[in-house]
């Protein structure tokens, strides 16, 4: 191939990449689904992340634990919630898998859990509105997966919905 040939092929790929980019810098953000935990049974798998602060590092490393796990085919959705503070939902993941609960929600769960202002604590509730998993540290994701394949109600979906629903 001639060099000129090449180099302009090359610097067509490289503008073409920056057009990408821009593309993907203006296309908004999807808003997190509203999540009320009595709405979620028997449909979402709410793993609610509590947190002193929306700054608090333990937050961003559940988040970082999460990427590119296979959420959404366990119908799981991740609600982060610190005492203090607004918070952005987890990046690297589908975002269709970030919830927002209301405050007066998030109030109730953080009673209904006894989950101090303080606390930094990792809750993994089940479709049947039960507590499966808790932790004080993020939890890793293949930990979350297994629980969630341990589970009844999700080996029932995999034998329902067949190979894309399979458990490991």
């Known amino acids: 191939m001639h060099p000129y040939r090449s180099h302009a092929r090359l610097n067509h790929i490289f503008q073409a990449s920056k057009i990408g980019s821009c593309f993907s810098m203006m296309t908004p953000a999807i808003a997190p689904r509203p999540l009320v935990l009595a709405q979620a049974r028997h449909q979402l798998r709410p793993l609610l992340v509590f947190a002193p602060g929306a700054d608090d590092p333990r937050l961003r490393a559940q988040c970082a634990l999460l990427t590119d796990a296979p959420l ?14 607004e918070t952005e939902p987890c990046s690297g993941f589908d975002p269709s898998r970030s919830a927002a609960m209301p405050p007066a929600e998030a109030t109730d ?4 859990f006894h989950i101090g202002p303080d606390a930094f604590t990792v809750i993994l509730i089940g479709k049947d509105g039960g507590e499966k998993l808790r932790s004080s540290d993020p939890i890793p994701a293949q930990k979350l997966l297994d629980t969630i394949d341990a589970m009844p109600m999700r080996q029932q979906e995999a034998r329902r919905y067949g190979a894309e629903q399979k458990v490991r």
């Open 109 to 112: 769960a953080r009673k209904r």
């Open 72 to 85: 959404a085919v366990r119908d799981v959705v991740v609600a982060l919630l610190p005492q203090h503070g």
